[in-house]
Protein backbone atom coordinates (compact mmCIF):
# COMPACT_ATOMS: atom_id res chain seq x y z
CA UNK A 1 0.00 0.00 0.00
CA UNK A 2 1.36 3.38 -1.10
CA UNK A 3 0.94 6.28 0.64
CA UNK A 4 -1.73 8.03 -0.76
CA UNK A 5 -3.89 4.63 -1.05
CA UNK A 6 -6.91 4.33 1.78
CA UNK A 7 -7.64 1.76 4.40
CA UNK A 8 -9.14 -1.50 3.14
CA UNK A 9 -11.51 -4.12 4.54
CA UNK A 10 -10.79 -7.95 3.54
CA UNK A 11 -14.52 -9.75 3.51
CA UNK A 12 -15.39 -12.79 2.57
CA UNK A 13 -18.48 -11.84 -0.31
CA UNK A 14 -19.52 -14.33 -3.35
CA UNK A 15 -19.96 -11.67 -6.21
CA UNK A 16 -23.67 -11.11 -6.14
CA UNK A 17 -22.69 -10.24 -1.88
CA UNK A 18 -20.33 -8.23 -3.16
CA UNK A 19 -22.11 -6.08 -5.88
CA UNK A 20 -24.94 -6.11 -3.54
CA UNK A 21 -22.24 -4.01 -0.39
CA UNK A 22 -20.92 -1.51 -3.32
CA UNK A 23 -24.59 -0.59 -3.85
CA UNK A 24 -25.01 -0.37 -0.34
CA UNK A 25 -22.29 1.75 -0.10
CA UNK A 26 -23.09 3.82 -3.39
CA UNK A 27 -26.11 5.83 -1.50
CA UNK A 28 -28.59 4.42 -4.76
CA UNK A 29 -32.15 6.45 -4.11
CA UNK A 30 -33.81 3.58 -5.55
CA UNK A 31 -33.64 0.36 -6.42
CA UNK A 32 -36.69 -1.45 -8.68
CA UNK A 33 -36.03 -5.23 -8.71
CA UNK A 34 -37.44 -8.99 -9.75
CA UNK A 35 -35.37 -11.80 -8.47
CA UNK A 36 -34.01 -14.52 -10.47
CA UNK A 37 -31.23 -16.95 -10.23
CA UNK A 38 -28.37 -16.19 -10.30
CA UNK A 39 -28.70 -12.92 -9.61
CA UNK A 40 -31.27 -13.34 -6.63
CA UNK A 41 -28.73 -13.15 -4.02
CA UNK A 42 -27.53 -9.31 -5.15
CA UNK A 43 -31.77 -8.68 -4.53
CA UNK A 44 -32.39 -10.08 -1.47
CA UNK A 45 -29.07 -8.94 0.25
CA UNK A 46 -30.12 -5.37 -0.79
CA UNK A 47 -33.91 -5.95 1.11
CA UNK A 48 -32.10 -6.75 3.79
CA UNK A 49 -30.40 -3.91 4.29
CA UNK A 50 -33.10 -1.80 3.51
CA UNK A 51 -35.23 -3.79 6.02
CA UNK A 52 -32.10 -3.01 8.29
CA UNK A 53 -32.44 0.79 8.25
CA UNK A 54 -28.93 0.63 6.59
CA UNK A 55 -29.45 2.39 3.23
CA UNK A 56 -32.23 5.23 2.66
CA UNK A 57 -33.09 3.73 -0.55
CA UNK A 58 -36.74 3.52 -1.71
CA UNK A 59 -36.49 -0.61 -2.40
CA UNK A 60 -39.94 -1.32 -5.39
CA UNK A 61 -40.20 -5.28 -5.78
CA UNK A 62 -42.29 -5.24 -8.73
CA UNK A 63 -44.46 -7.82 -10.55
CA UNK A 64 -41.85 -8.33 -13.16
CA UNK A 65 -38.03 -7.20 -14.72
CA UNK A 66 -40.31 -5.14 -17.65
CA UNK A 67 -41.83 -3.07 -14.43
CA UNK A 68 -38.25 -3.20 -12.59
CA UNK A 69 -36.74 -1.58 -15.35
CA UNK A 70 -39.73 0.26 -16.16
CA UNK A 71 -39.59 1.99 -12.59
CA UNK A 72 -35.95 2.42 -12.81
CA UNK A 73 -36.44 4.63 -15.71
CA UNK A 74 -38.77 6.83 -14.21
CA UNK A 75 -37.00 7.17 -10.72
CA UNK A 76 -33.36 7.93 -12.71
CA UNK A 77 -35.58 10.14 -14.86
CA UNK A 78 -36.32 12.64 -11.38
CA UNK A 79 -32.61 12.66 -10.95
CA UNK A 80 -32.42 9.67 -8.39
CA UNK A 81 -29.50 7.28 -8.18
CA UNK A 82 -30.85 4.16 -9.22
CA UNK A 83 -29.11 0.73 -9.24
CA UNK A 84 -31.23 -3.08 -10.58
CA UNK A 85 -29.88 -6.56 -10.94
CA UNK A 86 -31.37 -9.46 -13.47
CA UNK A 87 -30.23 -12.30 -15.64
CA UNK A 88 -31.19 -14.48 -18.72
CA UNK A 89 -34.73 -14.54 -18.98
CA UNK A 90 -35.32 -11.19 -16.79
CA UNK A 91 -32.95 -9.58 -18.84
CA UNK A 92 -34.89 -10.74 -21.88
CA UNK A 93 -38.32 -9.78 -20.56
CA UNK A 94 -36.35 -6.16 -19.88
CA UNK A 95 -35.19 -5.64 -23.52
CA UNK A 96 -37.69 -3.70 -24.49
CA UNK A 97 -37.59 -1.29 -21.59
CA UNK A 98 -33.31 -1.05 -22.07
CA UNK A 99 -33.79 0.39 -25.08
CA UNK A 100 -36.32 3.01 -23.67
CA UNK A 101 -33.73 3.64 -20.82
CA UNK A 102 -30.79 4.55 -23.51
CA UNK A 103 -32.70 6.40 -25.31
CA UNK A 104 -34.20 8.73 -22.32
CA UNK A 105 -30.69 8.62 -21.28
CA UNK A 106 -30.78 7.54 -17.51
CA UNK A 107 -27.91 6.54 -15.99
CA UNK A 108 -29.15 3.32 -14.63
CA UNK A 109 -26.56 0.71 -13.15
CA UNK A 110 -27.59 -2.82 -13.19
CA UNK A 111 -25.90 -6.22 -12.61
CA UNK A 112 -26.41 -9.43 -14.77
CA UNK A 113 -25.00 -12.21 -12.85
CA UNK A 114 -24.92 -14.33 -16.44
CA UNK A 115 -26.60 -17.04 -17.18
CA UNK A 116 -27.58 -19.02 -20.41
CA UNK A 117 -31.36 -18.18 -22.17
CA UNK A 118 -34.12 -21.08 -22.68
CA UNK A 119 -34.66 -23.49 -24.45
CA UNK A 120 -33.74 -25.66 -23.02
CA UNK A 121 -34.73 -24.68 -19.69
CA UNK A 122 -30.73 -23.61 -17.80
CA UNK A 123 -29.77 -22.00 -14.60
CA UNK A 124 -26.35 -21.99 -15.14
CA UNK A 125 -23.94 -19.64 -16.43
CA UNK A 126 -22.64 -18.10 -19.95
CA UNK A 127 -23.37 -15.09 -21.53
CA UNK A 128 -25.93 -15.42 -23.93
CA UNK A 129 -28.37 -12.80 -21.78
CA UNK A 130 -26.27 -9.55 -22.16
CA UNK A 131 -24.47 -10.52 -25.13
CA UNK A 132 -27.97 -10.58 -27.02
CA UNK A 133 -28.56 -7.13 -25.46
CA UNK A 134 -25.29 -5.29 -27.48
CA UNK A 135 -27.11 -3.28 -29.43
CA UNK A 136 -29.57 -1.92 -26.51
CA UNK A 137 -27.44 1.26 -25.48
CA UNK A 138 -26.33 0.15 -22.68
CA UNK A 139 -22.61 -0.09 -21.61
CA UNK A 140 -20.86 -3.14 -20.77
CA UNK A 141 -18.61 -3.92 -18.63
CA UNK A 142 -17.98 -7.76 -18.02
CA UNK A 143 -15.89 -8.56 -14.87
CA UNK A 144 -13.15 -11.16 -13.70
CA UNK A 145 -13.94 -11.80 -10.36
CA UNK A 146 -15.64 -10.83 -7.27
CA UNK A 147 -13.32 -8.15 -6.61
CA UNK A 148 -13.83 -6.58 -9.39
CA UNK A 149 -17.15 -7.00 -9.31
CA UNK A 150 -17.26 -4.65 -6.47
CA UNK A 151 -15.01 -2.47 -7.83
CA UNK A 152 -16.44 -2.07 -11.10
CA UNK A 153 -20.23 -1.29 -9.43
CA UNK A 154 -18.53 1.72 -7.86
CA UNK A 155 -17.05 3.16 -10.75
CA UNK A 156 -20.35 2.15 -12.95
CA UNK A 157 -22.46 5.07 -10.91
CA UNK A 158 -19.46 7.49 -12.19
CA UNK A 159 -19.41 6.16 -15.84
CA UNK A 160 -22.74 5.97 -16.22
CA UNK A 161 -23.63 9.43 -14.34
CA UNK A 162 -21.00 11.49 -16.36
CA UNK A 163 -22.99 14.53 -17.96
CA UNK A 164 -20.89 13.98 -20.94
CA UNK A 165 -21.95 10.36 -21.01
CA UNK A 166 -25.76 9.68 -19.47
CA UNK A 167 -26.02 6.05 -20.55
CA UNK A 168 -27.08 2.87 -18.57
CA UNK A 169 -24.76 0.93 -17.72
CA UNK A 170 -24.52 -3.02 -16.92
CA UNK A 171 -21.84 -5.14 -15.40
CA UNK A 172 -21.95 -8.52 -16.31
CA UNK A 173 -20.32 -11.70 -14.07
CA UNK A 174 -20.19 -15.24 -14.94
CA UNK A 175 -23.37 -16.52 -13.22
CA UNK A 176 -22.52 -19.42 -10.34
CA UNK A 177 -18.49 -19.05 -10.96
CA UNK A 178 -18.64 -15.52 -9.63
CA UNK A 179 -21.85 -15.12 -8.33
CA UNK A 180 -21.95 -17.61 -5.63
CA UNK A 181 -18.47 -18.27 -5.13
CA UNK A 182 -16.69 -16.89 -1.96
CA UNK A 183 -13.38 -14.93 -2.25
CA UNK A 184 -11.95 -12.55 -0.58
CA UNK A 185 -12.68 -8.97 -1.50
CA UNK A 186 -11.15 -6.06 -0.56
CA UNK A 187 -13.94 -2.86 0.51
CA UNK A 188 -13.43 0.47 1.30
CA UNK A 189 -14.92 2.54 4.04
CA UNK A 190 -18.15 4.11 3.31
CA UNK A 191 -17.32 7.58 3.51
CA UNK A 192 -14.61 6.75 0.59
CA UNK A 193 -16.90 5.47 -1.24
CA UNK A 194 -19.04 8.41 -1.04
CA UNK A 195 -16.51 10.99 -1.79
CA UNK A 196 -15.69 8.69 -4.92
CA UNK A 197 -18.91 7.98 -6.13
CA UNK A 198 -20.09 11.88 -5.45
CA UNK A 199 -23.43 12.79 -5.78
CA UNK A 200 -25.00 12.89 -9.11
CA UNK A 201 -24.53 15.97 -11.18
CA UNK A 202 -27.00 17.00 -13.62
CA UNK A 203 -26.54 18.26 -17.13
CA UNK A 204 -28.62 21.59 -18.11
CA UNK A 205 -30.69 21.46 -20.90
CA UNK A 206 -32.66 23.62 -23.00
CA UNK A 207 -36.31 23.33 -22.10
CA UNK A 208 -39.59 24.43 -24.06
CA UNK A 209 -39.73 27.77 -21.90
CA UNK A 210 -36.39 28.61 -23.51
CA UNK A 211 -34.48 28.44 -20.19
CA UNK A 212 -32.03 26.39 -18.63
CA UNK A 213 -32.68 23.83 -16.24
CA UNK A 214 -31.26 21.10 -14.52
CA UNK A 215 -32.21 17.45 -16.91
CA UNK A 216 -34.71 15.88 -14.57
CA UNK A 217 -38.66 15.39 -14.15
CA UNK A 218 -39.38 18.72 -12.20
CA UNK A 219 -43.03 20.07 -11.44
CA UNK A 220 -41.02 23.40 -11.40
CA UNK A 221 -39.23 23.16 -14.61
CA UNK A 222 -41.39 20.74 -16.61
CA UNK A 223 -39.96 18.62 -19.29
CA UNK A 224 -41.09 16.10 -21.25
CA UNK A 225 -38.16 12.88 -22.20
CA UNK A 226 -38.30 10.33 -24.36
CA UNK A 227 -41.71 11.68 -26.35
CA UNK A 228 -42.29 10.70 -30.04
CA UNK A 229 -39.64 11.89 -32.52
CA UNK A 230 -40.80 11.47 -36.38
CA UNK A 231 -38.40 10.50 -39.00
CA UNK A 232 -37.04 13.96 -38.87
CA UNK A 233 -35.65 14.14 -35.81
CA UNK A 234 -34.99 10.50 -34.12
CA UNK A 235 -31.79 9.84 -36.06
CA UNK A 236 -30.23 12.59 -34.37
CA UNK A 237 -31.21 11.18 -30.83
CA UNK A 238 -30.11 8.36 -31.96
CA UNK A 239 -26.42 9.85 -33.35
CA UNK A 240 -26.19 11.64 -29.64
CA UNK A 241 -26.45 7.87 -27.97
CA UNK A 242 -23.51 6.58 -30.00
CA UNK A 243 -21.58 9.99 -29.47
CA UNK A 244 -21.71 9.19 -26.04
CA UNK A 245 -20.32 6.13 -25.89
CA UNK A 246 -17.36 7.36 -27.55
CA UNK A 247 -17.53 9.74 -24.41
CA UNK A 248 -17.38 6.79 -22.47
CA UNK A 249 -14.18 4.94 -23.78
CA UNK A 250 -12.09 7.65 -22.17
CA UNK A 251 -13.56 8.35 -19.15
CA UNK A 252 -14.11 4.39 -18.25
CA UNK A 253 -10.35 4.54 -18.48
CA UNK A 254 -9.62 8.06 -16.97
CA UNK A 255 -12.16 6.02 -13.71
CA UNK A 256 -9.91 3.20 -13.44
CA UNK A 257 -6.64 5.56 -13.31
CA UNK A 258 -8.43 7.34 -10.66
CA UNK A 259 -9.52 4.17 -8.44
CA UNK A 260 -6.20 2.75 -9.13
CA UNK A 261 -4.46 5.63 -7.11
CA UNK A 262 -7.34 5.52 -4.63
CA UNK A 263 -7.11 1.67 -4.17
CA UNK A 264 -4.30 0.34 -5.67
CA UNK A 265 -6.52 -1.91 -8.23
CA UNK A 266 -6.59 -1.15 -11.68
CA UNK A 267 -7.99 -3.26 -14.67
CA UNK A 268 -5.65 -2.67 -17.43
CA UNK A 269 -6.50 0.41 -18.77
CA UNK A 270 -10.17 -0.03 -17.75
CA UNK A 271 -11.18 -1.15 -20.99
CA UNK A 272 -8.49 -3.76 -21.93
CA UNK A 273 -6.27 -6.04 -19.82
CA UNK A 274 -3.22 -7.24 -21.06
CA UNK A 275 -1.13 -10.28 -19.82
CA UNK A 276 2.00 -11.09 -21.53
CA UNK A 277 0.67 -9.75 -24.22
CA UNK A 278 4.50 -7.37 -25.27
CA UNK A 279 6.24 -10.66 -27.21
CA UNK A 280 3.12 -12.83 -27.42
CA UNK A 281 3.09 -14.62 -30.87
CA UNK A 282 0.21 -16.35 -30.01
CA UNK A 283 -3.00 -15.03 -27.85
CA UNK A 284 -6.66 -15.70 -26.22
CA UNK A 285 -9.06 -12.96 -26.16
CA UNK A 286 -11.38 -14.02 -23.31
CA UNK A 287 -14.14 -12.26 -21.72
CA UNK A 288 -15.47 -12.57 -17.99
CA UNK A 289 -14.10 -14.91 -15.01
CA UNK A 290 -12.17 -17.63 -17.67
CA UNK A 291 -9.55 -15.45 -18.06
CA UNK A 292 -8.55 -16.16 -14.50
CA UNK A 293 -7.77 -19.70 -15.42
CA UNK A 294 -6.19 -18.45 -18.59
CA UNK A 295 -3.98 -16.69 -16.96
CA UNK A 296 -2.73 -19.80 -15.10
CA UNK A 297 -2.20 -21.34 -18.22
CA UNK A 298 -0.17 -18.37 -19.82
CA UNK A 299 2.16 -18.45 -17.17
CA UNK A 300 2.58 -22.53 -17.07
CA UNK A 301 3.39 -22.48 -20.90
CA UNK A 302 5.73 -19.05 -20.85
CA UNK A 303 7.78 -21.42 -18.28
CA UNK A 304 7.95 -23.70 -20.67
CA UNK A 305 9.79 -21.11 -23.10
CA UNK A 306 6.36 -20.45 -25.72
CA UNK A 307 5.77 -16.97 -26.16
CA UNK A 308 1.46 -16.43 -25.67
CA UNK A 309 -0.28 -13.96 -23.85
CA UNK A 310 -4.20 -13.24 -23.14
CA UNK A 311 -6.35 -10.01 -23.65
CA UNK A 312 -9.42 -9.93 -21.78
CA UNK A 313 -11.66 -7.58 -23.19
CA UNK A 314 -13.17 -5.99 -20.31
CA UNK A 315 -15.73 -3.21 -21.44
CA UNK A 316 -17.43 -4.66 -24.74
CA UNK A 317 -19.25 -1.79 -25.05
CA UNK A 318 -18.17 0.50 -26.33
CA UNK A 319 -15.59 -1.20 -28.08
CA UNK A 320 -12.63 -0.39 -27.47
CA UNK A 321 -11.37 -0.60 -31.57
CA UNK A 322 -8.04 1.06 -31.52
CA UNK A 323 -6.87 -0.63 -28.35
CA UNK A 324 -7.78 -4.15 -29.73
CA UNK A 325 -5.94 -3.34 -32.74
CA UNK A 326 -2.87 -2.27 -31.15
CA UNK A 327 -2.71 -4.47 -28.32
CA UNK A 328 -2.96 -7.52 -31.05
CA UNK A 329 -1.96 -6.44 -34.06
CA UNK A 330 1.57 -7.92 -33.80
CA UNK A 331 0.19 -10.90 -32.71
CA UNK A 332 0.31 -13.97 -35.25
CA UNK A 333 -2.42 -16.15 -34.25
CA UNK A 334 -5.33 -15.08 -31.94
CA UNK A 335 -8.22 -17.47 -30.70
CA UNK A 336 -11.32 -15.16 -29.39
CA UNK A 337 -13.86 -16.94 -26.42
CA UNK A 338 -17.42 -16.79 -27.05
CA UNK A 339 -19.60 -17.97 -24.04
CA UNK A 340 -22.35 -17.59 -26.33
CA UNK A 341 -23.73 -17.99 -29.49
CA UNK A 342 -24.51 -16.18 -33.00
CA UNK A 343 -26.91 -18.69 -34.59
CA UNK A 344 -25.51 -18.99 -38.17
CA UNK A 345 -23.27 -15.77 -37.36
CA UNK A 346 -20.11 -17.98 -38.38
CA UNK A 347 -18.93 -17.41 -34.98
CA UNK A 348 -20.21 -15.62 -31.55
CA UNK A 349 -20.10 -11.75 -30.94
CA UNK A 350 -16.77 -11.34 -29.60
CA UNK A 351 -15.14 -12.82 -32.38
CA UNK A 352 -16.60 -10.69 -35.24
CA UNK A 353 -15.81 -7.71 -32.81
CA UNK A 354 -12.14 -8.39 -32.66
CA UNK A 355 -11.85 -9.59 -36.05
CA UNK A 356 -13.48 -6.10 -37.26
CA UNK A 357 -10.83 -4.00 -35.02
CA UNK A 358 -8.03 -5.90 -36.62
CA UNK A 359 -9.58 -5.40 -40.25
CA UNK A 360 -7.45 -2.12 -40.39
CA UNK A 361 -4.30 -3.27 -38.72
CA UNK A 362 -0.60 -3.11 -40.44
CA UNK A 363 -0.65 -6.79 -40.18
CA UNK A 364 -3.30 -9.81 -39.99
CA UNK A 365 -2.81 -12.34 -37.81
CA UNK A 366 -4.99 -15.40 -38.00
CA UNK A 367 -8.20 -15.23 -35.89
CA UNK A 368 -10.03 -18.18 -34.89
CA UNK A 369 -13.26 -18.60 -32.23
CA UNK A 370 -13.87 -20.92 -29.76
CA UNK A 371 -17.33 -21.70 -28.31
CA UNK A 372 -17.33 -22.59 -25.15
CA UNK A 373 -19.31 -23.30 -21.61
CA UNK A 374 -22.51 -22.96 -23.16
CA UNK A 375 -25.37 -23.72 -20.28
CA UNK A 376 -22.57 -23.31 -17.75
CA UNK A 377 -20.55 -26.36 -18.94
CA UNK A 378 -16.98 -26.60 -17.32
CA UNK A 379 -14.18 -25.99 -19.06
CA UNK A 380 -11.11 -27.07 -17.61
CA UNK A 381 -7.43 -25.74 -17.14
CA UNK A 382 -6.58 -29.09 -19.25
CA UNK A 383 -9.18 -28.20 -22.01
CA UNK A 384 -8.43 -24.27 -21.87
CA UNK A 385 -4.25 -24.95 -22.69
CA UNK A 386 -5.38 -27.13 -25.88
CA UNK A 387 -6.70 -23.77 -27.47
CA UNK A 388 -2.98 -22.63 -26.94
CA UNK A 389 -1.67 -26.04 -28.07
CA UNK A 390 -3.33 -25.28 -31.69
CA UNK A 391 -2.42 -21.80 -31.74
CA UNK A 392 1.19 -22.85 -31.06
CA UNK A 393 0.82 -25.74 -34.10
CA UNK A 394 -1.44 -22.80 -36.31
CA UNK A 395 1.84 -20.43 -36.07
CA UNK A 396 4.27 -23.15 -37.23
CA UNK A 397 2.33 -24.84 -39.98
CA UNK A 398 0.47 -21.74 -40.93
CA UNK A 399 -2.78 -23.19 -41.58
CA UNK A 400 -6.01 -22.92 -39.90
CA UNK A 401 -7.80 -25.76 -39.75
CA UNK A 402 -11.27 -24.59 -38.59
CA UNK A 403 -12.11 -21.38 -37.88
CA UNK A 404 -15.25 -22.16 -35.77
CA UNK A 405 -14.37 -24.60 -32.81
CA UNK A 406 -16.33 -26.04 -29.83
CA UNK A 407 -14.58 -26.42 -26.68
CA UNK A 408 -15.66 -29.44 -24.62
CA UNK A 409 -18.64 -30.58 -27.26
CA UNK A 410 -19.62 -34.30 -27.70
CA UNK A 411 -19.83 -34.95 -31.34
CA UNK B 1 -40.94 26.58 -40.93
CA UNK B 2 -37.67 27.36 -38.58
CA UNK B 3 -34.38 24.78 -40.11
CA UNK B 4 -33.93 21.41 -38.38
CA UNK B 5 -31.22 21.62 -36.19
CA UNK B 6 -28.29 19.56 -36.05
CA UNK B 7 -27.72 16.93 -33.29
CA UNK B 8 -25.14 19.04 -31.52
CA UNK B 9 -27.83 21.32 -31.45
CA UNK B 10 -30.46 19.36 -29.67
CA UNK B 11 -31.31 18.13 -26.26
CA UNK B 12 -30.49 14.69 -25.31
CA UNK B 13 -33.49 12.02 -24.48
CA UNK B 14 -35.97 14.39 -27.30
CA UNK B 15 -36.39 17.14 -24.54
CA UNK B 16 -38.89 19.05 -26.46
CA UNK B 17 -38.16 22.02 -27.41
CA UNK B 18 -41.91 23.63 -27.06
CA UNK B 19 -44.69 23.07 -24.83
CA UNK B 20 -47.52 20.12 -25.81
CA UNK B 21 -49.37 23.52 -26.23
CA UNK B 22 -48.02 24.15 -29.54
CA UNK B 23 -48.08 20.93 -31.46
CA UNK B 24 -51.66 20.73 -32.86
CA UNK B 25 -52.66 16.88 -32.46
CA UNK B 26 -56.28 17.13 -33.01
CA UNK B 27 -56.21 17.33 -37.11
CA UNK B 28 -56.60 13.92 -37.94
CA UNK B 29 -59.93 13.17 -36.58
CA UNK B 30 -63.19 11.94 -38.25
CA UNK B 31 -65.52 12.66 -35.51
CA UNK B 32 -65.76 16.12 -33.77
CA UNK B 33 -67.40 16.44 -30.32
CA UNK B 34 -70.86 18.76 -30.81
CA UNK B 35 -72.31 19.96 -27.08
CA UNK B 36 -76.30 20.13 -26.77
CA UNK B 37 -76.29 23.33 -24.77
CA UNK B 38 -80.09 22.84 -23.91
CA UNK B 39 -79.52 18.92 -22.64
CA UNK B 40 -76.07 19.72 -20.94
CA UNK B 41 -76.59 19.86 -17.21
CA UNK B 42 -72.51 21.10 -16.57
CA UNK B 43 -72.18 17.51 -14.50
CA UNK B 44 -68.36 17.88 -15.44
CA UNK B 45 -68.40 13.88 -16.32
CA UNK B 46 -66.74 14.67 -19.85
CA UNK B 47 -64.47 17.15 -18.37
CA UNK B 48 -63.19 14.85 -15.66
CA UNK B 49 -63.43 11.45 -18.62
CA UNK B 50 -61.80 13.11 -21.22
CA UNK B 51 -58.10 11.46 -22.12
CA UNK B 52 -56.26 14.22 -23.38
CA UNK B 53 -57.62 16.86 -21.30
CA UNK B 54 -59.82 18.39 -24.44
CA UNK B 55 -62.71 19.80 -22.33
CA UNK B 56 -61.79 22.20 -20.09
CA UNK B 57 -64.09 23.56 -17.19
CA UNK B 58 -64.03 27.17 -17.37
CA UNK B 59 -65.24 28.13 -13.27
CA UNK B 60 -64.69 31.93 -14.28
CA UNK B 61 -66.90 31.56 -17.29
CA UNK B 62 -68.96 28.94 -15.78
CA UNK B 63 -68.48 27.15 -18.77
CA UNK B 64 -66.96 24.04 -20.87
CA UNK B 65 -64.73 24.33 -23.78
CA UNK B 66 -63.82 21.55 -25.97
CA UNK B 67 -60.51 22.44 -27.85
CA UNK B 68 -61.31 20.80 -31.32
CA UNK B 69 -57.11 21.51 -31.87
CA UNK B 70 -56.15 18.23 -29.32
CA UNK B 71 -59.72 16.68 -29.60
CA UNK B 72 -58.77 13.13 -30.85
CA UNK B 73 -62.29 12.05 -31.98
CA UNK B 74 -62.47 9.35 -29.76
CA UNK B 75 -66.28 9.66 -28.50
CA UNK B 76 -65.93 8.88 -24.99
CA UNK B 77 -67.33 11.92 -23.99
CA UNK B 78 -70.40 11.40 -25.89
CA UNK B 79 -70.51 7.82 -24.98
CA UNK B 80 -70.71 9.02 -21.22
CA UNK B 81 -72.48 12.04 -20.97
CA UNK B 82 -75.81 10.87 -18.43
CA UNK B 83 -78.39 13.38 -20.58
CA UNK B 84 -76.57 12.74 -23.95
CA UNK B 85 -75.73 16.05 -24.48
CA UNK B 86 -72.80 15.18 -26.77
CA UNK B 87 -73.20 13.79 -30.44
CA UNK B 88 -70.34 12.71 -32.21
CA UNK B 89 -70.39 14.74 -35.74
CA UNK B 90 -68.45 13.97 -38.82
CA UNK B 91 -65.58 17.32 -38.94
CA UNK B 92 -66.02 19.02 -42.19
CA UNK B 93 -63.47 20.94 -43.86
Not at chain 1, 151 to 157: M, P, T, V
Not at chain 2, 57 to 78: Q, Y
Request: proline share 4%.
Amino acid sequence: MTKNQVNQHMMALNGDEAIAYAAKQSDVDVVAAYPITPQTIIVEKFSEYVANGEVQTEFICTESEHSAMAACIAASATGARTFTASASAGLALMHEMLFVCSGCRTPVVMAVANRALSAPLNIHGDQSDSMAQRDSGWIQIYVENSQEAYDSILQAFRIAEDTGVLLPIMVGLDGFTLSHSLENVKTLDDEVVKEFVKVRQLPEVLTHEGKMAPFRLDPANPMTMGPVAFPNYYFEFKRQQDEAMHNALDLIQKINDEYSKLTGRSYGNGLIERYQLDDAEVAVVCVGSTSGTLKTIVDELRHEGHKVGLLRLRTFRPLPVEALRSALENVKAIAVMDKSMSFGGNGGAVYHEVRHALYDAKSHPQVINYIYGLGGRDHSPHELRRIYEDLLRLLKTGTVEKHLNYLGLRE
Amino acid sequence: MSREKGWKEIAPAGVCPKSSVGFMTGDWKTYMPVRDLEKCTLCLTCVMLCPDGAIRWRPELGKIEIDNEFCKGCGICANECPTKAIKMTLEQE
